[in-house]
């Protein structure tokens, strides 16, 4: 449906909204507090915050909680999360002729505070324990850096990820995704995907003779994006969430009182009639 239907510079312009909403009203940081008040830094001040060659191109490397539930939930290319990052960052440190950057997920930060854990992440320990000192071309991100995505991306050349969100955003932007594994964006001709952990590391070894993506390539990004980020999410206004402050337990609010109300309310009717009359796989919004 996403490839055939029309694609409108309104369609992008609406993406491009919807991008600018969730990272400028803080929506996307919520549930785990994900760098809430982070501002974005432009691209120079990122690049010596960082001690970054502007000569050399930068790959950024979005790693994955390492105890994390979606491994399971694709394919992936590695047993585990950390083999995936060691390997990851292992050939990063043999490759001086591209500027690495391994970013931390940031919601360690969010889901320690909840956990009333200040310790060191897993990833950070990981690389510490297993890998030791990083050479000067590769810099470590910590969770709680005030470097966020927005800022990241305005130096970003390749994107390195299992199957993170991030991948999405990156390749609308139209930098090369490289992926560890067949998730749900894989495979749709916009991202550089392997089908062998060699394979994936060979393309690390190589990464700065990979080509920027195609016009068409970007397009069919942008087109996913539209599809995942407006049309397939179920937006609820009969009960919604406040995540409070950093550590808090989210708490639903129910705005419907009686069996009517919840009857005839527009979003769960919405999800009613998919439920009961449509094949379709996806619930999907109306298209604008």
Not at 97 to 102: D, E, F, L, M, P
Not at 117 to 140: D, K, N
Request: aromatic residues 10%.
């Amino acid at each position: 449906m996403l490839r055939e239907m029309d694609w409108t510079p309104a369609r992008s312009a609406a993406l491009d909204r919807e991008f600018a909403a969730g990272y400028g009203g803080g929506d996307w940081f919520k549930e785990c507090w994900t760098q809430a008040a982070a501002p974005r830094v432009d691209r120079a001040e990122v690049q010596k915050a960082l001690g970054l060659d502007p000569a050399k191109k930068t790959a950024v490397i979005f790693s994955h909680i390492l105890w994390d539930a979606p491994l399971s939930w694709a394919q992936p290319l590695f047993a585990t999360y950390e083999d995936w990052l060691l390997e990851t960052v292992r050939t990063a440190t043999a490759n001086d002729r591209v500027n690495w950057v391994v970013k931390i997920h940031p919601a360690n930060v969010g889901k320690g505070a909840r956990e009333g854990f200040t310790g060191e992440s897993s990833e950070e320990r990981a690389i510490r324990t297993r890998l030791g000192a990083l050479p000067r071309h590769v810099v470590l991100l910590p969770p709680d850096t005030r470097l966020n995505a927005l800022s990241i991306f305005g130096v970003m050349d390749y994107c390195i990820t299992v199957r993170g969100t991030v991948g999405i955003e990156a390749a609308r932007l139209g930098v090369p995704v490289l992926t560890a594994a067949h998730g749900r964006y894989s495979q749709r001709g916009f991202t550089v995907d392997s089908a062998t952990p060699k394979a994936y590391l060979s393309n690390l070894q190589g990464i700065d003779r990979i080509p920027p993506m195609s016009a068409a390539e970007r397009e069919l990004a942008e087109r996913f994006a539209y599809g995942m980020f407006l049309r397939r999410p179920f937006v609820m206004q009969s009960v919604t969430w406040d995540y409070g402050m950093m550590g808090d337990r989210p708490r639903a609010d129910i705005h419907v009182r009686t069996a009517e109300a919840w009857r005839t309310a527009p979003d769960i009717d919405a999800l009613v009639r998919w439920i009961r009359d449509s094949r379709d796989e996806d619930f999907l919004a109306p298209a604008d």
